[in-house]
């Protein structure tokens, strides 16, 4: 199932904490580069601390990504 960021907005925590159990943290941290801030804080808002770390690490890894790498992801 392809859930868009678009569709994560419209989502109760629950839901959302739901789909992130079911994603790669290497490629949500390149799916959430260049994204509004809002969305990247309701994303970590529904990881647990580890997770946000986790996640926070991973981005600081991959430095600068290409916008179409990020739009694969």
Not at 13 to 30: E, F, H, N, P, Y
Not at 52 to 71: I, Y
């Amino acid at each position: 199932m392809l859930v868009t960021f678009a569709d994560l907005q419209k989502l109760t925590d629950g839901c959302i904490q739901t789909v992130l159990r079911q994603v790669d943290t290497k490629a949500l941290a390149l799916a959430l580069k260049g994204q509004p801030k809002e969305l990247i804080d309701k994303v970590a808002g529904n990881m647990s601390k580890g997770a946000r770390e986790t996640l926070k690490e991973e981005q600081e890894f991959m430095g600068d990504v290409s916008p179409d790498r990020v739009r694969e992801a």
